[in-house]
C-alpha cells in the first residue's frame, strides 16, 4: 500500500462533512484517523487518502 494523495474534506456542519466525504469515497479516497472540529475556521474536517494498491507478484513455487 502506498499513499499517493492526501486531500482535508472540510463542511460548516457534520451533514455538510458527510456529503464532502462521501463524494471523496466516489473518487476513490479513503477517510484517514477520526474527523476533528478546526476551531478558528469553525469547520469540521475529515482527512482523506488515496492509496494504491501496489503488490508485487511472488513466483510460483516449482516455476522453471
Given at each position: 500500500m502506498k499513499i499517493i494523495e492526501y486531500?482535508?474534506?472540510?463542511?460548516?456542519?457534520?451533514?455538510?462533512?458527510?456529503?464532502?466525504?462521501?463524494?471523496f469515497i466516489?473518487?476513490?479516497?479513503?477517510?484517514?484517523a477520526t474527523p476533528y472540529f478546526a476551531e478558528k475556521t469553525s469547520s469540521f474536517?475529515?482527512?482523506m487518502m488515496k492509496i494504491s494498491e501496489?503488490?508485487?507478484?511472488?513466483?510460483?513455487?516449482g516455476a522453471v
Open positions: 486531500k482535508t474534506a472540510t463542511g460548516a456542519s457534520a451533514q455538510e462533512l458527510d456529503a464532502r466525504v462521501n463524494d466516489k473518487d476513490g479516497y479513503q477517510p484517514f474536517c475529515q482527512a501496489l503488490q508485487q507478484q511472488k513466483p510460483k513455487l
